[in-house]
């Protein structure tokens, strides 16, 4: 595996330029990114982001990844969570599947099919479906949206992110099966939460020593998915 430029981007999703002509933001999170364990860890160990850590870290807990498992990553680029995920459904002899979407390009991965696709688009349940040869035993997501600086728009606009992934999750998963998301910590992800309870057998929050300590990030998990039944047959 061959490590790639990390997995996350610059205030506002620019590029951070080389040379001169950044911005105070960009300054701070090109110096963060430098000082930063993971990132560098990830360098190191071919990993495509420093959020891998956070997915091995839950798996690591909660055993959501069997091998041989079928596995959704919605928002999936660089690709560190897909790798992850295929690394362990393909334990023991697994023949797991691990399927990423992204709006934007994602390099080839061994044991991931990726298609660029907006997990909005209504086609998009039946397409991942048919692309895993079936339901899923886990969903996750690790979206963001870009963020405009704005605390509330960009917490509301990752809560509905994670809350259309759960909508998602619903439409794919099967009896049993495994939702793991991206929430922000403020308030709006108690209704995010109610509405997982009904559906789930037990619904946590998650916040991985990889999530840095000083961003209001933290992960849903919800596990033990009642509805479904969509075993086999996309
Ligand atoms: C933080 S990155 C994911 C990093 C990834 N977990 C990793 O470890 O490499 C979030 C991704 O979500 C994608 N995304 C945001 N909205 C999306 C949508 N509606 N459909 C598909 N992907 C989306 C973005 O393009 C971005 O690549």
Known sequence: MSADKGGSRAPGRQRVRKGGNRTPAQRAWLERQLNDPYVARAKREGYRSRAAYKLLEIDDKFRLFKPGGRVVDLGAAPGGWSQVAAQRVSRAGGKGRV?????????ALPGVDFEKLDFMDE???ERLKEMLGGGADVVMSDMAANATGHKKTDHLKIMGLAEAAAEFARAVLQPGGAFLAKVLQGGTENALLADLKRDFAQVRHVKPAASRSDSAELYVLATGFRGGGTDGDP
Not at 99 to 107: A, F, N, P
């Open 99 to 107: 399927v990423g979407i992204d709006l934007l390009d994602m390099d």
């Open 123 to 125: 086609r998009a349940p």
